[in-house]
């Protein structure tokens, strides 16, 4: 059973930083990379892509040069660095992976869509 926990989440003020963690269990995975990636989605708001990180990475337009999507598989966890936050950043930040495949962007994200997600962590950011 694949399990995606997720961590790192909480309250600051605009212009500070966060880093998310998503420690994935349970996962065997022909892959040494395969698809994850970071969404959001604040009260009222659609869910939104934040970071996809595939055979190469997207960031979505509004956290790109502050947001940064990385992994160490060795810890199998999946990392969100955000630096300036912006009160827009507020919402609960969602992991999401799919360990049985690896690709391009727009593989990976129709993959994540529909693969194994955590319980999210809140992000609140104060002006």
């Known amino acids: 059973q694949v399990q995606l926990v997720e961590s790192g989440g909480g309250s600051v003020q605009a212009g500070g930083s966060l880093r998310l963690s998503c420690t994935v269990s349970?996962?065997?995975?022909?892959?040494?990379?395969?698809?994850m990636g970071w969404f959001r989605q604040a009260p009222g708001n659609e869910r939104e892509r934040v970071a996809v990180a595939a055979d190469s990475t997207f960031y979505a337009d509004s956290v790109k040069g502050r947001f940064t999507i990385s992994h160490d598989s060795t810890k199998n966890t999946l990392y969100l660095q955000m630096n300036s936050l912006k009160p827009e950043d507020t919402a609960m930040y969602y992991c999401?992976?799919?360990?049985?495949?690896?690709?391009?962007?727009?593989?990976?994200?129709?993959?994540?869509?529909?693969?194994?997600w955590g319980r999210g962590t809140q992000v609140t950011v104060s002006s």
């Open positions: 999401a992976a799919d360990p049985s495949a690896f690709g391009s962007v727009g593989f990976c994200y129709a993959r994540l869509k529909s693969g194994y």
């Open positions: 349970g996962a065997s995975s022909s892959y040494n990379r395969y698809c």
